[in-house]
C-alpha cells in the first residue's frame, strides 16, 4: 500500500492577479505557503494551520484548485493539495508576521514570473492552480502539469 507524503498549501492574490510566494529559511528557493500534513489532520486543516503559523493570518480556504502527484527523488512519493486562500487586503498584508522564523519574506508575482523564483515544476503547479480558479474547478495533476 502506497504511504505518499501529503502536503498542502494555499495560493493568495493581489488585486492584480499576481500570486503571493514566501522566502523559506530552509530552501534555496521561493514557494507557496503550506507545508506538510499531520497524522489524523486533513490537507484543509494542515493548509489552514500552516498559513496561521507561517504568516500569522487565520485564513478562510476557499476550494482545493490542485491535487498533484509529485513523487521527489530523495523523497519519495509525496501528494500536495492548493487551496484557493483569495485575495489579500491591504490589512491582511499588514499582518503578516513571520512567527516560527521558517519564512523570511514574502512577494506577489505574476503567473509568467514563476520560474525565475522557483522550480518548473512548482512553477507548472501553481499555473494548474491559477487556471483551475479561474475556469471554476479543480484539477489533478502529475508532475505539477493538469492530466
Not at 38 to 52: F, I, L, N
Not at 87 to 100: M, N, P, T, V, Y
Not at 113 to 132: C, F, N, V, Y
Request: with cysteine; hydrophobic share 40%.
Amino acid at each position: 500500500m502506497a504511504t505518499p507524503r501529503v502536503a498542502a498549501g494555499a495560493l493568495f492574490f493581489d488585486n492584480e492577479g499576481r500570486v503571493l510566494l514566501v522566502r523559506p529559511s530552509y530552501k534555496d528557493h521561493w514557494d507557496i505557503p503550506g507545508g506538510y500534513v499531520e497524522p489524523g489532520e486533513s490537507p484543509r486543516a494542515a493548509c489552514a494551520r500552516e498559513v496561521q503559523e507561517e504568516l500569522g493570518l487565520a485564513a478562510t480556504l476557499g476550494p482545493m484548485l490542485v491535487v498533484d502527484w509529485a513523487p521527489a527523488e530523495h523523497e519519495g512519493d509525496k501528494l500536495l493539495f492548493i487551496f484557493d486562500g483569495g485575495s489579500l487586503g491591504a490589512k491582511q498584508e499588514r499582518d503578516i508576521r513571520f512567527a516560527d522564523g521558517e519564512l523570511t519574506e514574502w512577494r506577489y508575482v505574476r503567473a509568467e514570473s514563476l520560474e525565475q523564483h522557483g522550480p518548473p515544476r512548482l512553477a507548472r503547479r501553481i499555473r494548474t492552480a491559477i487556471a483551475a480558479r479561474s475556469n471554476g474547478v479543480s484539477a489533478y495533476a502529475e508532475h505539477g502539469s493538469a492530466i
